[in-house]
């Protein structure tokens, strides 16, 4: 309400023909009120919502005020709503002559509105609202018009859908459609018949059973309903034979109004949409899909109810009878029984699946026992998702009669007999050297002893992992120095690697991995070697070999072997981390941030993770970014020749996961990916190295490289929750 000279008007909108209040205020002729009152059909006011300008005069927020109530005139049994404030304080609304309504009955209930269907019993007068100790009475008279009556009147009473209903009554050539349960309409163009006495109509497939209405159709509609339910006929599921049943058979379902179904659900969620009526709805016949499993056996219905058979249909399991219970991997095994069709897998010991042959039956069927298969229980799996076993197998093992000689050097060939020898798929020697197999059968091996091996047991491995060892020891002979320590924690390229022991005067060369031979040595005595690291030795952990004077062969033990690279034009480095232009813009995932604690790669800070990535990070898991065109040169560059560094220290094993780097232009979003750990779970740099990856790795043209106008950075993208501490600087593009 405002206040000095008001105007306060309040309009009902969307309801019909509702009585209506209009009242104007002048606080300049504050002893004179003027209320005008406007009605589409019908004057109503209320003492309690007469409004005046002056404070003494408002009313109480929280009193009960009608505004309108309406339509009028209305049908008895249609819905008649009051619109107010304060409503939700009314308990019960009393109709002519004394017919109650408490608000249990409102079919709405609210601050602002009440809705409620007017009793057949109603008669034209005034209607109270009760609300507590206050009553409100309309000011006008609720009035009734006769135009849609059906009397409670149809038949007949139970009805299948496509039944012809009949609805009897007044006036019902105003019916604008009918509408059964649930919510489902007709409209009058579907009738069959319409008169003022009566309409005839086909009841549709999606009517349930309850009241039906009637409605004039209007936007603010007149709805009248039944005082009877109609009863919507549903099938009945009697029986379901044969059961158990096998999948791929025809079951039959019998009952009644089957033809009513639109699908049928079986266990597993199928659904079958294919199937035959028979004998005028009393039975329904359908292939049961191979995919079945146990359950009860649902009749899906355009009405959206569903009608479920009592008892489960239980799906038949094979019978099986496994040959021989003693077998070879790779040899095939032989299943007898029953039902075979329906088994989908089998799976032996070890979680290993066979191979199921081609023109199995349904009462035998051959297996192909697997490799990776071990001794103990073999399972069938049927496609109804239940499993049969075949009982325990027995897997043969390789046995060990001789071998030749049991003294030997280094790349000479040992000769081992025994039985079922096929089924090794490798051999291991003292000092942990795989031996290369010469030629293999079923009762003999030839092996060649490997370099770096020591006097010990052999050890054969099965093809299912299966390892056993000799029971006679080869003894490896060799003259070889013996190994101490390295001077170094890692070899650089370019740099010295010392190696200390005894005897060391015994070795003429030494190779690194690659098979890239030192062509510089430092010190060279029979308890020291200072070996220059080739420039071009592969990064990573590697091997050296040692050649003697004597033509013997050896290993020294593994080493890392890599450092960081110097960086051949600052203009071309776009993350350097140490506060100019070229640092991070946003980030920080797992706590990554600019540290410049030591050891660095060039003196200078560099980005630093040490946390844990999770699946969920995804590329909210970023660790440096900035905006593309924003201190990033690529002119000059060719994705074919050219190569993305940076300089890396991996302190911790990396278990899962990998390293993104990310560059993103108008039409294209590309990665290039860095995990070394995917070969050697155990990797780690122990210092700085630099990593390359070639620009084609991006998969872009040199078009795509030179549009980089997007963001660009690195982020690390994981399957699982997995530690990741390493440190990162000097991302850059680098011409070759």
């Known amino acids: 309400m405002s206040r000095g000279n008001c105007f306060t008007y309040s309009r009902i909108v969307g309801l019909g023909e509702f009585h209506v209040i209009l009242i104007i205020n002048y606080k300049l002729m ?22 005046s300008c002056s404070d003494d005069e408002d009313k109480g927020a929280d009193e009960v005020t009608l505004y309108s109530y309406g339509p009028m005139p209305i049908a008895r049994g249609a819905e008649l709503r009051f619109i107010g404030d304060n409503l939700d304080k009314v308990s019960s609304i009393v109709l002519p002559p004394d017919l109650q309504v408490i608000s249990t009955e409102f079919t709405e209930h609210t601050e602002k509105s009440i809705k409620l269907t007017v009793p057949q019993d109603a008669v034209e007068g005034y209607v109270n609202l009760l609300a507590g100790e206050v009553t409100v009475t309309t000011k006008t008279k609720i009035g009734f018009s006769e135009p849609i009556d059906i009397d409670g009147s149809f038949t007949p009473k139970i009805i299948k859908p496509g039944g012809v209903l009949t609805i009897e009554g007044d006036y019902l050539n105003l019916v604008g459609e009918v509408i059964f349960t649930d919510r489902i309409a007709v409209d009058s163009a579907d009738f069959m018949t319409i008169s003022r006495k009566q309409i005839t109509l086909m009841v549709p497939p999606q009517a349930q059973t309850g009241k039906i209405a009637v409605s004039n159709g209007a936007d603010d509609p007149i709805v009248i309903y039944s005082e009877d339910e109609l009863t919507v006929t549903v099938p009945t599921l009697t029986e379901l034979s044969p059961n158990p049943i096998v999948a791929g058979a025809d079951l039959r379902i019998k009952g009644t109004d089957l033809d009513l179904v639109t699908s049928i659900g079986l266990g597993g969620d199928v659904q079958v949409t294919d199937f035959t009526l028979e004998e005028d709805g009393t039975a329904i016949g359908l292939t049961v899909p191979m995919n079945t499993q146990d359950g009860n056996v649902s ?35 032989t299943v007898t029984g029953e039902d075979l069709g329906l088994i989908s897998e089998v799976v032996f010991a070890g979680g290993a699946n066979g191979t199921i042959q081609e023109g199995r039956t349904a009462t035998e069927m051959k297996v192909i026992v697997p490799d990776a ?40 060939d040992v000769v081992i007999t025994g039985m079922d020898l096929d089924l090794v798929s490798k051999i291991r020697f003292a000092g942990n050297m795989e031996g290369a197999i010469v030629s293999q059968s079923e009762t003999e091996i030839v092996v060649t002893i490997p370099v770096g091996s020591v006097t010990g047991v052999i050890t054969l491995i099965t093809v299912n992992g299966t390892e056993i060892i000799s029971s006679a020891s080869l003894e490896v002979l060799q003259n070889l120095p013996t190994f101490t320590s390295y001077g170094e924690a890692k070899g650089v ?47 990573g952990v590697g091997r050296l070999t040692m050649l003697t004077y004597e033509g ?38 797992m706590g990554s941030d600019v540290s410049s604690d030591a050891p660095m790669a060039d003196g200078t800070p560099y980005w630093s993770i040490n946390g844990y990535s999770t699946p969920d990070y995804g590329w909210d898991g970023g660790f440096f970014w900035r905006n593309g065109g924003n201190n990033i040169k690529t002119e000059g560059l060719l994705v074919d020749r050219d190569v993305l560094k940076f300089d890396i220290n991996i302190h911790e094993p990396v278990l899962d996961g990998e390293l993104r780097l990310n560059i993103r232009g108008d039409d294209y979003d590309a990665n290039a990916i860095y995990k070394p750990w995917e070969e050697d779970p155990s990797f780690v740099t122990v210092g700085w190295i630099t990593a390359t990856i070639p620009l084609t790795e991006f998969g872009i043209t040199d078009a795509q490289l030179q549009g980089l106008t997007k963001d660009f950075g690195a982020v690390f993208i994981s399957g699982s929750a997995v530690k990741v501490h390493m440190d990162i600087d000097n991302v850059r593009f680098e011409k070759r």
């Open 30 to 51: 504050k002893k004179l009120k003027i209320l005008l009152l406007l009605s589409l059909f019908g004057f109503l006011s209320l003492s309690t919502f007469f409004a």
């Open 299 to 333: 009749l899906n219905l355009a009405s959206r109810i569903i009608v479920t058979s009592a008892e489960e249909l239980v799906m038949v399991v094979p019978t099986v009878s496994v040959t021989p219970t003693t077998i070879k991997n790779g040899a095939v095994l």
């Open 373 to 412: 298969a071990i001794s103990g229980e073999v399972i069938f799996n049927t496609t109804a998702a239940k499993t049969v076993s075949g009982g325990d197998l027995v897997l043969m093992e390789p046995s060990i009669v001789n071998m030749a000689p049991i003294s030997a050097k280094p790349n000479v």
């Open 493 to 539: 390229p370019g740099e010295i690697l010392t190696i200390n022991g005894m005897n060391l005067s015994l070795v003429k060369k030494i190779i690194f991995p690659g098979g890239i031979a030192a062509t510089a040595y430092g010190e060279k005595s029979d308890s020291r070697i200072e070996v220059y690291v080739p420039e071009e030795v592969p990064v």
């Open 552 to 589: 013997e062969e050896g290993f020294f033990p593994e080493i890392f072997l890599g450092s960081t690279e110097p960086v051949v034009d600052p203009d071309y480095v776009f993350f350097d981390f140490n506060g100019s232009e070229k640092g991070s813009w946003w980030g920080n995932a």
